[in-house]
């Protein structure tokens, strides 16, 4: 697109971006699931409407600075990547964050490297199957480190294979985004902060305030 007839005069170029608020690394709002008619904090699924969610929304979220974690599960577990469905379990955060020398602490962003981001460019075919990554069974563990957001550098956070059980049955999505206030982060490029051993870091993320979005694309940054 230019502005003006003239060659040699001012010209500029625009673009359009059509995407799904839930493309790339992006963040969950609470508002993004819910079961019994309740989204986060009990109120009523009437809330979402085919204009949007009036509770919850990601336009909420301001931005985030606060003390991010990595455990490099893969790492920990001497793989180069986790395997398809399989299951992160708090004894495997907690035995990881040990090695690691880490502790996890409140108000903590704690990020999960399973290695399956790199799956995408090396074997879509499997990368499309599902992912490992933690499930619902560590929800009592996050309560109990009190952290305000879970990430993980694969589509979903949580594990799930197709034709192994209810596709998305997201029951790790209901515990943190419903049940705990806890917000989640998709699709992470960890790869950089496992290479250099990086477990702290200052965590600095922002989404964009779009009205009554269930979510939000993100770029976080590990200030180190």
């Known amino acids: 697109m230019t502005t003006h007839a003239d060659p040699c005069g001012f010209q500029v170029a625009d673009d359009v971006l059509t995407m799904v608020t839930h493309s790339g690394t992006h963040m969950d709002a609470l508002g993004h699931c819910w079961t019994d008619g309740q989204l986060w904090n009990g109120r009523s699924t009437e809330n979402v409407t085919s204009y949007g969610i009036e509770w919850a929304g990601i336009e909420n979220v301001s931005e985030f600075i606060t003390r991010g974690v990595m455990l490099d599960i893969a790492g920990y577990k001497k793989v180069d990547h986790l395997e398809l469905g399989e299951v992160i379990t708090t004894d495997d955060m907690q035995g990881c964050a040990d090695a690691q020398g ?17 799956v995408f460019n090396n074997n879509y075919e499997l990368w499309k199957q599902g992912e490992p990554g933690p499930d619902a069974t560590c929800a009592s563990w996050l309560k109990e480190k009190d952290v305000m957001m879970l990430g993980a550098d694969n589509a979903g956070v949580e594990a799930y294979k197709l034709g192994g059980g209810p596709y998305l049955d997201a029951r790790l999505h209901l515990a943190t985004l419903r049940d705990l206030g806890v917000y989640l982060i998709e699709h992470l490029d960890l790869e950089e902060l496992a290479k250099d051993e990086v477990y702290e870091f ?23």
Do not use: M
């Open 202 to 224: 200052l965590f600095i993320a922002a989404p964009l305030r779009l009205p009554k979005a269930t979510g939000s694309p993100l770029t976080p940054l590990a200030i180190i």
């Open 102 to 118: 880490v502790e996890v602490q409140p108000g903590d962003v704690l990020l999960l490297r399973t290695g399956w981001f790199t």
